[in-house]
């Protein structure tokens, strides 16, 4: 009761008791890795190494492009051995950097800080740049863009996104419960480096253990509190975590959390903010979740950047079944794979191994217009309207109804008794929009 939410939205079982209780275990280190230059929002990393060279771990790879852009490391020591295009886990191909290891794993000096306060905003800012950190809980938009707002935008709350709404992912849930120091201590950076005079750890009821940890911790700090925010998805997405801590309103056409005063960073990018500032630790390893009714070891493992999929799965003993769908991320808004060749990056926060009943394959039918879609839409859009114009390729009209608006978080696919794939029209429509729009800059 008088728990904090949102309007809309759904409420899917979320399936987290296989790997909920299962501490963070370390993955064995990967005899090869390969280091995609696209692992994040904005303009491809460049490759600054060539084949043959060798590498340290930590070892930068790749700079930035651009403002919007991330420098990418070497996860394991070891020699560059191709740099070429291998297979993302969105199901693209992308240019990436492959390193076999040498075993040793040597790692480039790092720095050990007992107090961050010598450093000047800015420097702190600059460790974070180069350590290669983005946003670790969605779509991996360099953090240090989100740390230098517009000076007309001035921040004053910071929200830690411990929601992890989507079934099944249990790794921000364990950070929490194992890491909750280096969490207090990352948005306290956040804090300093923004001039916010509030915090906000937002958390799902169904963890108990992280909240009341959590809170136990901030007991003396008082401009830090933890909400307990009602079970219901997507309640982690930024606009909706926005109004349910703060009942402030991010509009659509393009709003962005600055806009009212907000700054919001996922756990596990708190955390490598922290490792960023006080060690000058690059972005080289991540929390994956390996679960599903088949997987014989479900396990939350931190994994090197660039590992292979199939590395985790073995470590997980495999499955006791033959696998349906592999799904990179989550059920609702992760991407269906039709192969394991994938690997870990830096926004891979589970790895999902379905049989035929799990996978819910079922096709699509005509749609009724029971309206069921606009109830859940969060964002208060028709999506019944904007997969009918996508489908006819009237990609204006399906703009004009609120197209580009969709965070695509499939709750209108969830409870959709047509089976229509939603999400899937909109990546559809959202990609001719945007290959219209590349057509028209080379005239």
């Not at 090869?32 to 070892?59: A, F, M, N, Y």
């Not at 364990?174 to 890491?179: A, G, K, L, T």
């Not at 999929?309 to 989550?330: H, M, N, P, Q």
């Not at 996978?359 to 839409?377: F, L, W, Y």
Request: contains cysteine; hydrophobic residues 35%; charged residues 25%.
């Amino acid at each position: 009761m008088g728990m904090k939410t949102f309007p809309g939205g759904v409420h899917p079982e979320d399936f987290k008791f296989f790997s909920r209780l299962q501490k963070i275990q370390t993955l064995p280190l990967p005899k090869r890795v390969v280091i995609l230059l696209s692992q994040h929002i904005g303009g491809l990393s460049k490759p600054i190494v060539k084949v043959g060279d060798t590498v340290r771990t930590g070892e930068k790879i790749s700079e930035a492009s651009s403002f919007v852009s991330i420098p990418m490391h070497a996860s394991i020591s070891g020699t560059v051995t191709a740099i070429a295009n291998f297979s993302h886990p969105t199901g693209t191909m992308v240019q990436g950097i492959e390193i076999v290891s040498d075993g040793e794993d040597k790692w480039v000096d790092l720095v050990s800080e007992t107090d961050y306060d010598w450093l000047t905003i800015e420097e702190m800012k600059e460790r974070i740049r180069e350590a290669g950190v983005c946003g670790m809980g969605g779509a991996g938009f360099p953090t240090v863009v989100k740390l230098s707002p517009p000076p007309d935008k001035p921040i004053d709350t910071v929200i830690v996104n411990g929601v992890e709404c989507e079934p099944y992912l249990t790794t921000d849930c364990r950070m929490m419960v194992e890491r909750p120091g280096d969490i207090i201590t990352g948005l306290k950076i956040v804090m300093k480096i923004l001039g916010a005079k509030q915090g906000i750890i937002g958390i799902e009821s169904n963890k108990p253990q992280s909240i009341k940890i959590l809170r136990e911790m901030t007991k003396k700090e008082p401009n830090i509190r933890v909400d307990a925010l009602k079970l219901k998805y997507p309640q982690g997405a930024e606009k909706q975590l926005i109004y349910a801590t703060t009942k402030r309103k991010v509009p659509n056409k393009g709003g962005l959390p600055s806009s009212v005063g907000v700054v919001v960073d996922n756990v596990g990018t708190i955390i490598n903010i922290y490792e960023a500032v006080y060690l000058k630790k690059p972005l080289v390893e991540r929390v994956v979740t390996v679960t599903g009714r088949i997987v014989r070891q479900p396990s939350n493992i931190v994994t090197r950047i660039g590992t292979p999929f199939t590395d985790l799965i073995d470590y997980c003993k495999g499955t006791s079944d033959e696998i349906a769908k592999v799904i990179s991320g989550g059920p609702m808004m992760g991407y269906t794979l039709s192969h394991l060749d994938a690997v870990v990056t830096k926004t891979v926060s589970g790895i999902l191994l379905f049989d035929n009943e799990e996978a819910h394959t079922e096709p699509e039918t005509s749609c009724i217009r029971c309206a069921r879609c606009v109830d859940a839409c969060p964002q208060n859009l028709v999506p019944s309207l904007i997969a009918s114009y996508v489908q006819q390729k009237d990609f204006t009209n399906a703009e004009k109804v609120g197209l580009l608006d969709c965070m695509r978080c499939g709750c209108c696919t969830f409870v959709c008794p047509a089976h229509t794939k939603f999400t899937q029209w909109v990546d559809i429509g959202k990609l001719a929009i945007q290959n219209e729009k590349n057509k028209s800059k080379q005239f």
